[in-house]
Each structure stands twice: as C-alpha cells, then as structure tokens.
C-alpha cells in the first residue's frame, strides 16, 4: 500500500481510507499474507536442508512446517552480537512451552546473515539453528539462510509481530520494523531507535529494559528474556486468538489499522527526506541576504531535535561538517557515472570531511576521502 502526500503532521488520505476497511477483509488478507510465507517457508526450508546432504525421503516433515492460522513472529536482520539473536534461548524450555501451547501457540521464522569476519555471529546463528533442528519444534521455528530481498518480499508482509531485541542504546535506528509496520505487522521491541521515539500502544508492545550501571549482562538478559516470554504468553497471544462476536480478532485488528493509518505514514522515506529539506536544508540554504552573502548549505543541529535526529534518518555525528570541495564530470550525453575505490575517469568527485572541533584541537580531524568516478 502506498500513501498520498499530505500537510506534516497530517495523515495522507490513501493512509487514512484504510479506516473504511471492513475488519473481516483485513483478517482474510492477513491469513493470505500468511499462507503465502507459509509456502515460502517451506520451499526454502527444503531447499536449505538438500544442500545441507538430506535426501528426500527424510523431508516430508517440512510439509508441516509453520501454520497460516498460528500466530507468526518475525526476526530478521544482521547478526551483529548487540542484536541479541539469540535472547529468545535464553529459557529454552519455557520457548518451548510457547511454541507448543495447546490453545495459544506461536510460531518464529528467523532470517540473517553475519559478517564473513564475525565469528561470534557466526555462532550465534549456529546455536538458533541448532535448536530449530530439534524435532520436537521445527514445525513451529525456522531459520532461513541467505537472507536477501526475495525472501524480504514474503516475510514483511507474512509476519504478524516484528521481535527486535537489541541490547539498549546500541541500535542506531532498526528500519526493519519500519518495514514490518508499513506491510501491518505489529512492532515487539525494546525501546530503542525509531520505537523509542514514535511507541505507541496501539502499534504493539514494548520489551522492559534492566540497563541500570548496577545489572551486569548476564542477569540483564535474563530479566529482558523473561519479560520477552511473558509479554507473548499474556499480552500478545491473548490478542491474536480472542475473538470477539464476529469471530474474528477485534483488538489485533484494530492496532494493525492505527499501524497503517497512524505510523505508516511517519517510516516513509518521503517523509524523511521532506522534513530534511523543509526543516534543515533549505532554511539554511537561504542563508543571510544580500547580493554577497556566503551561502551555507550544511544541516544544523536543531532545538528539541532528538540525539539521533530527526526519526528514521541517517546523519553525520554531531560537530562534523562536510565542505564539497570539487566535481569535474566529463562531456554531456555519456552513459552513467560509476564510483568507487580504484575507477578509471576523466572526471572525479572530492568530498572533504572534517571535525569542526579540531580547530580547537580537542579531536582530530578525519582524512579527506576522495572517490573518483568513472564511465
């Protein structure tokens, strides 16, 4: 679903029409949307393991793998250790207990890749792998290799609740449960990047955090992780499979309409790209008056602006500025330019960064960068 444009702080009219939506045609598309991960679940899931020497005798299991009518969570990403990938572990016996629940059961897929360089992410994604090959529950939990946009295309859309659990304050901004918002999935984070800025209720449940000096990182995995459990076992289940007179979810599709109407507007890139320019770059590009005034074009902190800036944007840090120093491009109506380490070129692009506080000598400036571009 895509929105119109519409005033700042205005919800865009093509946003707002999902209200008109009946409650029995969002959960259809919900249980579609399901289904369809469901099947590329398993076509992946059989794939992965017939590269991993299994015959196919031995998979008929993966045939009932994952249900379209059980609650699905989503977690996929990179594997850096701050992430947390593993947090859900921390109990196996009471995950267990949730995947297998007899009224109430979850279901978990889970896809990433870690840094050829990163050897703890490396096992990090070996003991979660380890676990969903466990047959008492890899019907309910699954890794998927690979991770990619193909496989994003499904997951998005298939997943009812995005899982982040990063450890606080190190996640930078967390744009996957953006995405996860934009295709109606309800957002199960600790409240850090954009969920710390724009939580709401309505758009599903927060992580309790124990990051206080005093709690060293081993018990505060185990106060988060148990705050995880319960907040599936008693908050989140609940909603997904109460059903009120009509049979259908009432309260789980009510948050997904406010997800689409209320926050999908805001994790648009539109969006962010417009506050930019309307409230950083052009007020500082007018500049002072007069006919030999210095044009300034770097963005400016703001007053009230948060400590990452504005919500779901990419910024320098604070106190670098960034001076274009020159672009030499070659004759019009060429094809396209290509840039990176080592290109050939008639023409190059320099960008100089520095530390507006090495003039005082407290940090000391960063290199020049100098890509060159080629055809």
Known sequence: MTGGEAEPGATPRR???????????????????????????????????????????????????LDPDVLTIGFARRVPSYKRLTLMLRDRDRLR???????????????????????????????????????????RIVFLPDYGMGMAQKLYPGC??????PLRPLEACGTSGMKAALNGCLNLSVRDGWWDEWFDPD?????????????????????????????????????????????LPDRWIAMVRSTLVNLGPKVLAGRMVREYVERLYAPRRAGPPGPGARRRTGPRRLEGQGPRGLAGGLGRPRGVGVRHRRVRLGGAGGPPWRCGPGSRSAGSTRTTWRSRRSRAGSTPATPSRTPRCSR
Do not use: M
């Open 97 to 139: 207990e949730l995947l297998l629940h007899p009224t109430h059961p979850i279901q978990i897929v889970v896809a990433g890749k870690a840094h050829p360089a990163d050897d703890g992410g490396k096992r990090l994604v070996q003991e979660l792998v380890r676990f969903a090959d466990d047959p008492r529950v890899r019907h």
């Open 15 to 65: 946003w707002d029409a999902v209200s008109g939506i009946a409650d029995q045609e969002i959960w259809d598309l919900r249980r579609d949307l399901r289904g369809q991960l469901v099947t590329e679940v398993r076509r992946r899931l059989y794939a992965s393991w017939r590269r991993r020497g299994a015959g196919t005798a031995e998979l008929g299991w993966i045939d009932g793998v």
């Open 160 to 165: 009812d609740v995005w899982l982040n659990n």
């Open 203 to 247: 758009f599903g449940w927060e992580i309790p955090t124990a990051d206080g000096s005093a709690v060293d990182e081993d018990r505060r995995d185990e106060l988060e992780s148990n705050a995880l459990y319960a907040l599936i076992e008693d908050r989140v289940a609940p909603h997904f499979y109460d059903r009120g007179a009509a049979g």
